[in-house]
């Protein structure tokens, strides 16, 4: 590993980052910690697809327990290498399988580590875990449906429920197409303060994420679509729920009480993955990491503690 520079955080973690050489790309990431630390490090896998590990920066504050923490962009976004005009059926899930591997053996870390996914990253993470990879420990699957179909079912539920002008507002641009409309982007940003961060304003690592994906919204439009609760992009037919049975360790799974990724969508992960233990924040929405902070990173600090 060749350390592109190395300085303290904020708080006095040691903070390194990196370019790992992946194909014809380059995977930056960051190491917050001494891999050397005699714990088991764990890989963070951000959301979106296509949203930059800002917003889930919160992690780091797990290295306060002596173990090493490792962001990094998916490529695609952030301070990875950006493919605005690689064709679409590039995006797969299989590509980022493949760059998680790529990064694992880069960091000479295949003897052991945890993998916590978010969202799109938790998804990710079960399509990981499914396929039993050397030296996986532990798989916490945060704020992820286990199927697109739950998910669009959920969204379209929970909108039945918002007031009528939102409902008017999203259904008449969505028709149209016409999602940068301002009408159309005041409706989403109501949709977002309750069901994806109901801390508002939201903190400036959130405000990152969502920043530099409007810059390259490459892969988030075409696996996703224009936003959280309209998925019309390559992953729309995405279930991992007939492969769960496969994954063979200890999983932790996190949802929020008021999250996008509702309890009808998390489900299967509970019911399928053998011994999985399944946690939801009840002040929280779409991230605990950030909404329930302290209560969230003890949650998961201790799942990681008892399967090292």
Same mark, same amino acid.
């Given at each position: ?45 951000? /959301?979106?697809? /296509? ?21 990094? +962009? ?37 003897? /052991? ?68 409309? !301002? @009408? ?65 360790? !200890?999983?932790?799974?996190?949802? /929020?009480?008021?999250?996008? @990724?509702? !309890?009808?969508?998390?489900? !299967? ?38 399967? +090292?």
């Amino acid at each position: 590993m060749e350390p592109l520079s190395s300085k303290d955080s904020g708080d006095q973690m040691k903070q390194t980052e990196g370019r790992a050489r992946f194909r014809d790309y380059e995977t930056w990431y960051r190491i917050t910690g001494d891999l050397g630390s005699g714990k088991t490090p764990i890989i963070l896998l951000h /959301g979106g697809p /296509g949203v930059a590990h800002n917003y889930i920066d919160a992690y780091k504050l797990l290295a306060n327990d002596g173990r090493a923490v490792i962001h990094y +962009d998916q490529i695609g976004c952030g301070n990875s290498t950006h493919l605005p005009d690689a064709d679409p059926s590039f995006w797969t899930p299989q590509l980022f399988v493949d760059e998680l591997e790529n990064l694992i053996d880069h960091l000479g870390i295949r003897a /052991g580590f945890h993998v916590l996914g978010q969202s799109w990253g938790g998804m990710l993470g079960a399509e990981y875990g499914v396929r039993r990879s050397k030296g996986l420990k532990s798989l916490t699957i945060a704020n992820s449906p286990a199927s697109m179909a739950l998910w669009s079912s959920e969204a379209m539920r929970q909108r039945s429920e918002m007031p009528q002008d939102i409902q008017d507002a999203l259904n008449k641009y969505e028709a149209s197409g016409d999602y940068d409309n !301002p @009408a159309y982007k005041a409706a989403t940003e109501w949709v977002y303060s309750r069901h994806v961060c109901r801390v508002v304003p939201n903190p400036p690592e959130v405000v990152a994420s969502f920043e530099q994906t409007a810059k390259d919204p490459t892969v988030y439009h075409t696996m996703n679509g224009p936003n959280e609760f309209f998925v019309v992009g390559t992953l729309k037919n995405w279930d991992i729920t007939p492969e769960l049975p496969k994954i063979n360790v !200890p999983t932790l799974i996190i949802s /929020g009480r008021h999250d996008e @990724a509702t !309890p009808a969508t998390v489900q !299967p992960y509970k019911d399928l993955i053998p011994g999985a233990t399944w946690v939801i924040f009840e002040a929280s929405s779409h991230m605990p990491h950030v909404e329930e902070q302290p209560f969230c990173m003890g949650v998961v600090g201790g799942f990681l503690n008892a399967n +090292d």
